[in-house]
């Protein structure tokens, strides 16, 4: 299991738009991917449990990632949550 700690630098946060791309590329890795934001955590394959987590820029989340392709699924989708003008 890969742990990832980091600050959101999309330019609008998980709006509905960003989640829903987000949540279709955590959708092609094999591993179970997992978003955590103030003490809850939420598969990061549903788009609307993480709309729920109402994650805006500059949040502090946490991402974990599990599997066989864990470690593409956390570069991919940290690379996705820190780029700023997606």
Known sequence: MLIKRMTVQLS???QARHTALFAREACSFQSDIFIAKDGKCVSG????KIMALAVKKGD???????GVDEHAAARTL???LLTKHR
């Open 60 to 66: 502090e989340i946490t991402l974990l990632t599990n």
């Open 45 to 48: 394959k549903s788009i609307m």
């Open 78 to 80: 940290e690379e996705f």
């Open 12 to 14: 609008r946060g998980l």
